[in-house]
């Protein structure tokens, strides 16, 4: 065989080998275990401590920051949940609210959906300035969301709690000042109507801004969320001690 004729048959069988080798290290990298994704504390399900009542919070971030100090105030006194997910908007609440619900009952559920539904969105779904974007959920659809949401929460015989949306600052992307006082006054109405009791973090948060948010985000400090809690928990006490 000339050496023309064996040029070509080698690169073959140098270009099966690297293809076999590249195959088997894909493979090998597939099967070695993965790093775990770490859940923050607020998302990790608990086990119920038996004879104590069950309390659900649902909401976005911000609850998921006030969930864990909560649930640290209320030890030895209720079981605290948070359903494993930012619960974002109303629409996605209507989406998920039977399984964020499950089959057991609850004795309190403390809930809030706001800052997800007035943030201006792009065509491709993310977050973006007010000129250049539309509110996820415009205010009415918000009011027709949370008026279905309430009527689903209140066929659990739960005691219900609305919390207000917490203040949006000057600075905060893709948010505008006053949409939460706005979009909070219609869910207030919904509440009056339905005769639900109402724990106002903004009203709380809104002259402390300085002290517990952070600069131009509509996030809280971790000492901002331990404040919240200390709210939050209050009004879940007072809610289980009425039944």
Not at 145 to 167: C, D, F, H, Y
Request: net charge positive; aromatic share 6%; with cysteine.
């Amino acid at each position: 065989m000339s050496a023309r004729t064996m040029r070509p048959m080698l690169i073959g069988m140098v270009l099966t080998v690297a293809v076999a080798f590249g195959t088997v290290a894909s493979a090998a990298q597939a099967a070695a275990p993965q790093p775990k994704r770490r859940v923050p504390g607020a998302l990790q399900q608990i086990e119920d401590v038996s004879g104590l009542p069950r309390v659900l919070l649902i909401g976005d971030s911000i609850s998921m920051g006030y969930t864990v100090p909560v649930r640290e105030l209320l030890k030895g006194k209720a079981n605290v949940h948070h359903p494993p997910t930012n619960c974002g908007p109303t629409t996605c609440g209507l989406e998920h609210l039977d399984a964020w619900l499950g089959e057991k009952p609850w004795d309190v559920i403390h809930f809030n959906f706001g800052l997800h539904d007035l943030k201006y969105m792009n065509e491709k779904g993310g977050l973006t300035d007010v000129a250049k974007g539309t509110q996820q959920v415009p205010i009415e659809a918000y009011r027709k969301n949370m008026e279905q949401i309430v009527q689903r929460l209140e066929k659990t015989g739960a005691a219900l709690i609305w919390t207000s949306t917490t203040p949006v600052p000057e600075g905060a992307g893709g948010r505008v000042v006053g949409d939460a006082a706005r979009y909070n006054a219609v869910a207030a109405e919904v509440m009056k109507a339905h005769g639900i009791a109402v724990d106002d973090l903004y009203g709380f948060a809104k002259p402390r801004l300085e002290k517990i948010q952070r600069p131009k985000n509509v996030h809280f400090t971790p000492e901002g969320s331990k404040a919240l809690a200390e709210q939050v928990a209050k009004h879940v006490l007072e809610a289980l001690e009425k039944r």
